[in-house]
Nanobody
């Protein structure tokens, strides 16, 4: 099993930056990690994903060029660097982990979830 704890959320003005962290513990070897977000009244949506060695990443179109996912396995931590933030990025951000490839942009394919961290972008 994998335990996940997100941090780094907060309030930022439009155009600003935040870096989210996802600290993992347990059986973290060979995991895929994804970031998802959920705004009030909306479904949880895929944001970004990264494979174990960091060689494969994927992003939802709305964040491409602004967000970067990365990981440092020696620290068991996955990061989401968010630049040029927009009010529509406001949401609770969750990290999630899975062991198997396939469906890495699908919420239901992930087995382990953190509790989330709030990101609020003011206009």
């Amino acid at each position: 099993q994998v335990q996940l704890v997100e941090s780094g959320g907060g309030l930022v003005q439009a155009g600003g930056s935040l870096r989210l962290s996802c600290a993992a513990s347990g059986r973290t070897f060979n995991t895929y990690v994804g970031w998802f977000r959920q705004a009030p009244g909306k479904e949880r949506e895929f944001v970004a994903t990264i494979n174990w060695n960091g060689g494969l990443t994927d992003y939802v179109d709305s964040v491409k060029g602004r967000f970067t996912i990365s990981r440092v396995n020696a620290k068991n931590t996955v990061y989401l660097q968010m630049n040029s933030l927009k009010p529509e990025d406001t949401a609770v951000y969750y990290c999630a982990a899975k062991y198997y490839a396939g469906g890495t942009n699908r919420r239901l394919s992930y087995d382990y979830w953190g509790q989330g961290t709030q990101v609020t972008v003011s206009s």
